[in-house]
Every structure is written in C-alpha cells, then in structure tokens.
C-alpha cells in the first residue's frame, strides 16, 4: 500500500558528504513523521533522525551537528544530509515513515528496503 524508495547511499571518505532520499508512494491519506534509522555492521538498528510534518526533529546524539533530516510534504520526500562523516557511520540506512491510512482510520508504519552507507578511513 505504501511503498519508500530511498536513494543516495554509496562509498564515500570520511569527512566527506552524502545526501540520502526517501520518496513515499502509494494509498495514504497523510504522512506523519518520517525519518531515518540505521543498523551498523554487527549492529542493532538505531535512530539517525526523524522529522514532523510540522518540522520538528529528533535526531541521536551521535549525529547532532553533522546530519540534517528535512522533508518536503509536497514531495512525500525525507532527506537525510549528512556532512562530516565517520567510519562508525557506514551502516544501511532504512527510511521510514508513519501514514494515515486512506479511510483514515489507523496508522501505519513502513520501511523502506535499506541503502548502504560506507565511511572509509
């Protein structure tokens, strides 16, 4: 019913930039919040950031000062810029979102399929 496609991730050095994307589709009558979650090598899945349809953000500590999440409503989209990045970085990013449901009787959560992220030393 929902479907997140996210884009973006690849090799990059550290101190380096990515911009990562994640574009909603699919049967929902609103999106909610949105974000980003990671899950490093060996690793559980964490919060990176998530973003209101209001624009407040929530992001770990881990990422404050470096990573910026945004969205665009008219887009469906969440972004994740991230700057200054680490090797303990490099991680699969997943997107996620909250949506109304079209009868707008239920929330419901979904995750895109992951996209790597390497920091190389």
């Known amino acids: 019913q929902v479907q997140l496609v996210e884009s973006g991730g690849g090799l990059v050095q550290a101190g380096g930039s990515l911009r990562l994307s994640c574009a909603a589709s699919?049967?929902?009558?609103?999106?909610?919040?949105m974000g980003w979650y990671r899950q490093p090598p060996g690793k559980q899945r964490e919060l990176v950031a998530t973003?209101?349809?209001?624009?407040?953000?929530n992001s770990a500590d881990s990422v404050k000062g470096r990573f910026t999440v945004s969205r665009d409503n008219a887009k469906n989209t969440v972004y994740l810029q991230m700057n200054s990045l680490k090797p303990e970085d490099t991680a699969v990013y997943y997107c996620?979102?909250?949506?109304?449901?079209?009868?707008?009787?239920?929330?419901?959560?979904?995750w895109g399929k992951g996209t790597l992220v390497t920091v190389s030393s």
């Open positions: 973003v209101t349809v209001g624009g407040t953000t």
């Open positions: 699919g049967n929902f009558f609103a999106i909610e919040p």
């Open positions: 996620y979102t909250r949506v109304l449901s079209t009868l707008r009787d239920r929330y419901m959560d979904y």
